[in-house]
Nanobody
């Protein structure tokens, strides 16, 4: 069984930084694309940033230049470095990954439980 566990959320003042981590564990043969999504109160969940298996990254416009997504394939871990945080970044952040559990299985989509990020003075 595959699990994604996020950590690193919290309360930070505007202009501050946080680093989110997402560790994948369980039966894992290969992890394909990974991404961070967020959902603010009353809003739909949106993709914040994604990274392919080969390291190609993509960001939504509002976080470009402030957030950096990265992955450590040896550790099956995804990161999101968030700098210059703004109140509008406040949301629950979710980790997402396409994972093939074994060589005979299809790739399934997995989600973490979410971690709260609050940017406020």
């Amino acid at each position: 069984q595959v699990q994604l566990v996020e950590s690193g959320g919290g309360l930070v003042q505007p202009g501050g930084s946080l680093r989110l981590s997402c560790a994948a564990s369980g039966s894992i043969f290969k992890i394909y694309a990974m991404g961070w999504y967020r959902q603010a109160p009353g809003k739909q969940r949106e993709l914040v940033a994604e990274v392919t298996l080969r390291g190609t990254t993509n960001y939504i416009e509002s976080v470009k230049g402030r957030f950096t997504i990265s992955r450590d394939n040896a550790k099956n871990t995804l990161y999101l470095q968030m700098n210059s945080l703004k109140p509008e970044d406040t949301a629950v952040y979710y980790c997402n990954a396409g994972i093939q559990p074994n060589t005979f299985a299809y790739v399934d989509e997995y989600w973490g439980q979410g971690t709260q990020v609050t940017v406020s003075s």
